[in-house]
């Protein structure tokens, strides 16, 4: 179907009791759930092993913006890097810097109250 994928054919798509998949080439497909989500996936093949990472949900995530992103797990992976691993520890960074950031904000709020509760005993 991947000559004739547009927003509109892909808006279209109705739901039925099955998962099933629209192929938009490369490994790239749109995956239609039962509820009527429609979501884009990426299968591709790591050091032998296959894999599937999500890239987001249509229509917030377009046709173009999905091979885009195709095209970037792609040139990711012949970099010899997986993609799936990328995301993991890109998350466990972001995680790691919001503790921080809490950790940080808690300590500013408590010298705060430390200041205006000196002040009030003066």
């Known amino acids: 179907m991947d000559a004739n994928l ?9 739901s039925k009791e099955k998962p099933y998949k629209v192929g938009a080439g490369s490994g790239l497909f749109l995956e239609v759930t ?12 790591f050091g032998g092993k ?6 987001g949900a ?6 173009e913006q999905a091979r885009k992103a195709r095209d970037e797990a792609r040139a990711t992976i012949q970099a ?3 993609p799936s691993a990328l995301r993991k520890a890109e998350r466990a960074e972001r995680s790691k810097h919001r503790a921080h950031a809490k950790a940080f904000r808690l300590v500013m ?12 005993n003066s």
């Open 6 to 14: 547009d927003s509109k054919a892909l808006a279209a798509l109705g």
């Open 34 to 45: 039962p509820n009527g989500s429609k979501l884009w996936r990426l299968k591709y093949r």
């Open 50 to 55: 296959e894999n599937k990472i999500s890239l």
């Open 58 to 63: 249509f229509p917030g995530v377009s046709l």
């Open 80 to 82: 010899g890097i997986d």
């Open 109 to 120: 709020s408590l010298d705060r109250a430390d200041h205006r509760d000196a002040e009030a």
